[in-house]
């Protein structure tokens, strides 16, 4: 297991093609330099260069037309396997341009999950011309709450409409090719999904809503003029749309999160090792050490659960939904724990993390956003509980998912079906994942896991405690936990890991479930037998020192002066 080396990576798990397309996009950061990067971070300079560069190369016109529309390129496809390299490296060297990846991939989905085939050809053409797209959801007044949009769109005759509201926190909503928009057939109440033109009259592009280099729009449609042509699903299948399109777009959040800490983690690794303190260099200190190895194994375990994930994605099916499970931890989860990846380095640079010519000064700020875009962690815990009923006391039986790297275009992604019974959801047993493990913390987290089965089963939450959402976080943070080391496992025992890096994942793993479980047991409205099976939860992992210093020397030090960015 190695992170991402930008200068050292050659892509050889990926096509020809493919692999193109990362070395060119690493080298037009690393070409244009640090210097460059942070300079035009802090005066909020628009990034014509970099969109000029995506159009020149047909980036995202190979990686983001489904091969339907690809006119016969066989390198032209939507796979989600080589997608996560390429979120991974804008993670890496900057989230603004990230984001106009990601709100593209937003804004394409409500198309090509349509059944508008003159609208799809239209965007394959957009797309071959180095267009980026945008995903008209929110609004002001109501976030991303979709019963409550105000968009109106309204019938006039003859498959022709008007459509008046305005739209907020946009992406992309000032140099988009279409903008998906979502609204209300205001006769029938009916959901519906349109393109627009943000070049028309009619279009008003109101303000650049954050102080950034990306483009985040308010806009409004004042009698804007739709007709058939323009619409691309109605009612349920607007609806549906809408959803399934960000159970595609949050996935890439977990990505750029694991590309930012990444980038942090050689920069703090770098500067720590080169400095002398008290007579003594900075890594030397055995504190240093316990922060770099935890900041480590917690990036490894961000990358590993995230690809584990992406299996289950690319092997999904009507009959196969674990993936919406597995999808919103890496949305939730992966960039919670890059925050904590963050905290951990910037304890060892302290002020330096500060100063205006340091990647992690703008790190510290983009690696907060992830956790609270495409749905807050909240809103994604309370998805991921509706599955725990399931995964603990009602496994179902499933082929072993292989490794998907296949280079092969992902359709289910675009026909993932009505977003409902989600209750119903069947997982396989994650026993087969933590049985025959003879890793010594992996013991000690399989006894905390049968103890939280025993709380669901002899402490089950009352009625009163399944409505107060800060009891329900603490209880889903176990679980995920779970859910987490479960496709650790499977990531271990696939790849043939080092026991000594699963060692040290499930290190923190057992210290991270004692955590929350010592969180519900000073709930206030926990119970007495909740809190007797709490406190049996919270356990020390297995203390290992020659491990450490082993896995501390060969995997984290050993990082020392490899990477760092041209200026």
């Known amino acids: 297991m190695t992170i991402l080396n930008p200068k050292k990576e050659q892509f050889s798990h990926l096509d020809p093609k493919s692999r193109e397309i990362m070395l060119k996009t690493i080298a037009y950061f690393e070409s244009r330099g640090k210097k460059k990067l942070k300079d035009d971070s802090h005066a909020r300079v628009w990034y014509e260069d970099f969109i000029k560069f995506l159009k020149d190369n047909n980036i995202f016109g190979t990686l983001l037309t489904p091969d339907a529309y690809a006119e016969g390129d066989p390198d032209t496809r939507w796979d989600t396997f080589r997608n996560c390299d390429f979120n991974e490296i804008l993670g890496f060297y900057n989230l603004s341009h990230w984001y106009a990846w990601q709100v593209s991939i937003l804004g394409l989905g409500p198309i090509f999950m349509g059944k508008n085939e003159a609208v799809k050809k239209k965007t394959a053409k957009f797309l071959k011309d180095g267009g980026i797209f945008a995903f008209g959801l929110s609004e002001r007044a109501h976030g991303a709450d979709l019963y409550s949009s105000e968009m109106a769109l309204t019938p006039l005759s003859e498959g022709k409409y008007v459509a008046d509201g305005g739209k907020y926190y946009i992406g992309n909503g000032n140099k ?12 029938t109440d009916e959901y519906v999904f349109f393109v627009v033109n943000p070049q028309h009259p009619n279009y008003d592009l109101i303000q650049n809503v954050v102080d950034w280099e990306g483009y985040v729009a308010e806009y409004a449609l004042n009698g804007y003029p739709i007709t058939d042509d323009d619409i691309l699903t109605t009612g349920r299948e607007a609806w549906d749309s809408a959803l399934n399109t960000i159970n595609v777009g949050k996935f890439n959040l977990g990505w ?5 800490a990444t980038h942090a983690f050689f920069e703090a690794l770098n500067h720590a090792s080169h ?9 030397d200190f055995p504190h240093i050490k316990q922060l770099f190895t935890d ?12 690809q584990r994930a992406t299996d289950y994605m690319r092997s999904a099916s009507e009959t196969d939904r674990r993936y919406l499970l597995f999808n919103p931890m890496v949305k939730m989860k992966v960039t919670t724990q890059g925050e904590e ?6 304890d060892v640079i302290a002020a330096r993390g500060f100063e205006k010519d340091m990647y992690f000064e703008m790190a510290v700020k983009d690696i907060r956003a992830l956790p609270k875009l495409e749905g807050t962690v909240h809103v994604n815990m309370a998805l991921i509980i509706k599955f725990m009923a399931n995964y603990f006391f009602n496994p179902g039986a499933f082929p072993e998912i292989p490794k998907r790297d296949d280079p092969k275009n992902d359709d289910f ?7 409902k019974g989600l209750g119903k959801i069947q997982f396989h047993d994650y026993n087969i994942a933590y049985n025959n493990v003879e890793l010594e913390n992996v013991k000690i987290f399989k006894q905390q896991i049968e103890l939280l089965k025993e709380f669901l089963m002899k402490a089950t939450p009352s009625a009163e405690q399944a409505q107060n959402i800060d009891f329900l976080l603490s209880l889903g943070e176990l679980f995920t936990l779970v859910a987490y080391g479960q496709l650790l496992l499977e990531k271990y025992k696939m790849e043939k890991l080092e026991d000594d890096l699963m060692e040290q994942i499930f290190d923190f793993m057992v210290r991270d479930f004692s955590k929350f479980a010592l969180q519900i047991y000073s709930k206030p409205d926990s119970t007495a037998t909740q809190m007797d099976i709490c406190m049996k939860m919270i356990k020390r992992p297995k203390v290992d020192n020659v491990r450490f210093q082993r896995f501390w020397e060969k995997h984290v030090f050993a990082l020392k002066d490899t990477y760092e960015m041209n200026p």
Request: charged residues 10%; aromatic residues 16%; glycine residues 8%.
């Open 413 to 419: 992604m675009f026909n993932q079906g009505a977003t």
């Open 275 to 283: 400095r002398n303190l008290y007579g003594k260099w900075v890594t």
């Open 176 to 187: 988009a090719a279409f903008v998906s928009t979502f609204g209300k057939n205001s006769e």
């Open 341 to 346: 990846v963050i905290n951990l380095l910037w």
């Open 256 to 260: 750029a999160s694991i590309g930012i």
């Open 295 to 306: 900041a480590y194994c917690r990036l490894a375990a961000m990358k590993l659960f995230a």
